[in-house]
């Protein structure tokens, strides 16, 4: 397919494609990957960006139920032929979900491709690779992505500290952590945090990525299930309006400042104790500003790169004006050099 002339209007310029090793091992068109959000990442999203010609993720635990799950699959089956992952995050739980089940849940439905996240995917590994599945393993450091590649991940997504969610505790943003992961692996990996555009692409790609996953993007999306309202706040939020928490607890995390995530930050602050601010933090009342649309009955998570957002367009739309920009910027700075 040939390139489009840089500038040539977006329609009717086809979109370049950008083979990387991502692309080749996904079977996707565009290294360009919706990571897995609580609560945002359901069926019409997933089918979206996948359809784009990137790769969508449903999210397993939103999903209340193993065998809601699987119907989920289904309904992104329905809506999309190509290929899309499932996120499975694994973390430490006094009453912890059924992993088990919802792993067969997720190869009893076909799908071959897993973002796992939180704890060390090795306990997963064996019953994943069994089913052909590839997985896809969120790290914070180099260090946890070189262990996951060890016990046999086919790639990896590192975040940098701009990340909405939890960055790790280790504070390295992007620009160093991405080549440093580049130095240190063999297998494919993403950029992750600070992805809103086709600047971010290009400079991923010359930073050594294979490609880049994005959240808090894909957040401000048409078909992303949450209230017009966040996004709109998102829209109008800067890289300025976002609060750490969990700093002393040393499980920080990265959420939208808002009068809840102000309170908690204060709290910790002067002392307190994760019991201080557990009811502040419960899910269900992060899930009502979602569902509700309420901007203060909880906290929810937004990453920098919320101050590069200035829209809401169709998630498919978001794949294809990335891919476009990143080839008009890489193409402009080759045209700086001069023999």
């Avoid at 914070?140 to 590649?149: D, I, L, Q």
Wanted: glycine share 10%; hydrophobic share 45%; proline share 7%.
């Amino acid at each position: 397919m040939p390139l489009p002339v840089p500038g040539t209007p977006e329609s009717v310029a086809p979109t370049p494609r950008l083979r990387t090793r991502i692309t080749e091992l996904l079977c996707i068109e565009h290294p360009v990957v919706q990571g897995g959000m609580m609560w945002v990442g359901r069926a019409e999203l997933a089918a979206a960006v996948s359809e784009a010609g990137g790769l969508g993720i449903v999210t397993a635990l939103t999903q209340p139920t193993p065998a809601d799950l699987a119907a989920e699959i289904a309904r992104t089956r329905r809506l999309t032929d190509k290929p899309f992952g499932v996120n499975l995050t694994i973390l430490p739980s006094i009453n912890p979900p059924p992993y088990d089940e919802y792993r067969r849940a997720i190869v009893d439905s076909g799908v071959t491709i897993v973002e796992t996240a939180g704890s060390s995917p090795e306990p997963h590994m064996d019953f994943f690779h069994e089913h052909g599945v590839r997985v896809i393993h969120k790290c914070t450091s180099v260090r946890h992505a070189v262990k996951a590649e060890r016990v046999g991940v086919a790639a990896v997504s590192i975040d940098g500290f701009e990340c909405a969610g939890h960055p790790g505790e280790d504070d390295i943003p992007g620009l160093v952590l991405v080549p440093a992961a580049a130095d240190a692996l063999t297998i494919p990996f993403l950029a992750s945090g600070g992805f809103a555009d086709g600047r971010g692409l290009a400079a991923a790609l010359a930073l050594g990525a294979d490609g880049i996953n994005m959240g808090t993007r894909f957040m401000c999306s048409e078909e992303s299930p949450i209230a017009e309202v966040v996004k709109r706040r998102i829209v109008e939020a800067t890289e300025l309006d976002t609060e750490l928490i969990f700093r002393s607890l040393r499980n920080t995390a990265r959420v939208a400042r808002n009068s809840v995530s102000v309170e908690v930050a204060r709290i910790l602050a002067d002392g307190g104790t994760f019991p201080d601010v557990q009811g502040l933090v419960a899910g269900s009342r992060g899930r009502r500003v979602f569902d509700d649309g309420d901007l203060e009955a909880g906290i929810w998570t937004a990453g920098l790169v919320q101050g590069l957002i200035h829209d809401v367009p169709p998630a498919g739309e978001i794949v294809t004006r990335i891919v476009r920009e990143a080839y008009e910027v890489l193409h402009a700075n080759l045209a700086m050099f001069r023999a």
